[in-house]
C-alpha cells in the first residue's frame, strides 16, 4: 500500500511517501490527530500510516492485523502494555524491545480467547496467577502466559465484565493506554505526550 497522492503541487513534501512516513515518525498521536484534520487527504495518509504501525504491531505475533483484531472484536478485548504506548507516542521515541503482547479480556470471554489463540498455533506456557504483585489484585482473575516457540503473549483476565478493569490499576500512568479493535485510548495524554507519569500510589 502506497501513499495518497497530493492533490496538489503546493507542498511537494507530501508528495514523497518515504519522506512523509518519516516525518510522521517523529509526530505523537496530537499531531498526528492536528496533520489529519486539515484536509481529507491528509486525514488519509494518517490511516495509512496508523495501519502500518499496527501491522509493525501485529505481524510479528499474527500472520496479518485483522487475524489480532477480530480476536479481540469476538473477546471485547483489547491490548496494552508497550505495545499500546508504541501507538501513542512517535515512532522513532519507542526504542525499546517489545517481545510480547498483552491481551486483557473479561472473564466470560476467557474460553474464547484461549481458544482463538490455540487455532493460531499458541499453547499455555504458564498458567494461573504470577507476576501480579505490580498490580492491585481485586480485578485480575488469572494471567496466562501462551508461546508458539518464537512470540510470546499474556493474557490477563479480568474479574469484571470490562476487560480494561486492572489497567486503571498500574502502577504508572505511562502505561494506562490501550487499543481494542477499532479504537485507541491515552487515559493521561498530557503527561504521556510530555514523556511524563505520575506514580499510582494505590497500586499495592
Not at 481529507?40 to 492485523?65: G, M
Not at 490455540?118 to 496467577?129: D, L, Q, S, V, W
Not at 485480575?140 to 510470546?152: E, S
Request: charged share 10%; net charge negative; aromatic share 10%.
Amino acid at each position: 500500500m502506497t501513499l495518497p497522492s497530493p492533490q496538489t503541487s503546493e507542498f511537494p513534501l507530501f508528495a514523497n511517501g518515504d519522506l512523509l512516513q518519516l516525518v510522521f515518525e517523529h509526530c505523537d498521536m496530537k499531531d498526528l490527530i492536528n496533520f489529519a484534520a486539515t484536509s481529507t487527504t491528509n486525514a488519509a495518509r494518517i490511516q495509512w500510516y496508523l495501519r502500518h504501525q499496527l501491522n509493525v504491531i501485529c505481524t510479528p505475533f499474527f500472520p496479518t492485523t485483522m487475524h489480532l483484531t477480530n480476536i479481540l472484536s469476538a473477546c471485547d478485548a483489547i491490548v496494552s502494555g508497550s505495545m499500546a504506548l508504541c501507538l501513542v507516542l512517535p515512532a522513532n521515541a519507542c526504542n525499546w524491545q517489545t517481545s510480547d503482547l498483552d491481551i486483557y479480556v473479561p472473564r466470560n470471554n476467557q474460553v474464547q480467547l484461549y481458544n482463538l489463540l490455540h487455532k493460531h498455533h499458541y499453547t499455555i506456557i504458564r498458567n494461573g496467577n504470577y507476576n501480579v504483585e505490580n498490580y492491585s489484585p481485586s480485578t485480575i482473575f488469572t494471567v496466562t502466559t501462551f508461546g508458539n516457540n518464537q512470540k510470546v503473549i499474556d493474557v490477563i483476565v479480568s474479574t469484571t465484565a470490562l476487560a480494561l478493569s486492572p489497567i486503571f490499576q498500574f502502577h504508572s500512568t505511562a502505561i494506562m493506554n490501550f487499543f481494542s479493535a477499532d479504537s485507541l485510548y491515552c487515559t493521561y495524554p498530557s503527561l504521556t505526550l510530555h514523556h511524563r507519569a505520575m506514580i499510582n500510589t494505590t497500586s499495592h
